[in-house]
């Protein structure tokens, strides 16, 4: 069963960086493209980036380009590693972030296109 957990949220000062991992496990094929979404209070979830199985990126949100960058270890073929850089942060950026499984080669920007989710972690940017 796929299944996906992340880490490395908290409270970062303006200006200041975080790196999300998103561990996932249980693919059933090699073919799992893994997305990073972010939901603020009170705003819809929406889609930041995405990394494909072969390590193909795709960049949805123009508040976070340039700044965040997305990247994908595999460690097998039913296994990977998928970070979320995020440099330069700004109070704006305060959200709890996702990060979501299709089983599907290709990205996708869509919340509605993913079928399996992490918990969720909360970064705060705030001074």
């Known amino acids: 069963q796929l299944q996906l957990v992340e880490s490395g949220g908290g409270l970062v000062q303006p200006g200041g960086s975080l790196r999300l991992t998103c561990a996932a496990s249980?693919?059933?094929?090699?073919?799992?493209?893994i997305g990073w979404f972010r939901q603020a209070l009170g705003k819809e979830r929406e889609g930041l980036s995405c990394?494909?199985?072969?390590?193909?990126?795709?960049?949805?949100?123009d508040s976070v380009k340039g700044r965040f960058t997305v990247s994908r270890n595999n460690a097998n073929s039913y296994k990977s590693t998928v970070y979320l850089q995020m440099n330069s942060l700004k109070p704006e950026d305060t959200a709890v972030y996702y990060c979501?499984?299709?089983?599907?080669?290709?990205?996708?920007?869509?919340?509605?296109?993913?079928?399996?989710w992490g918990q969720g972690t909360q970064v705060t940017v705030s001074s």
């Open positions: 979501a499984a299709r089983a599907n080669v290709y990205c996708s920007a869509y919340v509605s296109d993913y079928n399996v």
């Open positions: 249980g693919f059933t094929s090699g073919r799992v493209a």
């Open positions: 990394v494909n199985s072969g390590g193909g990126t795709a960049d949805y949100a």
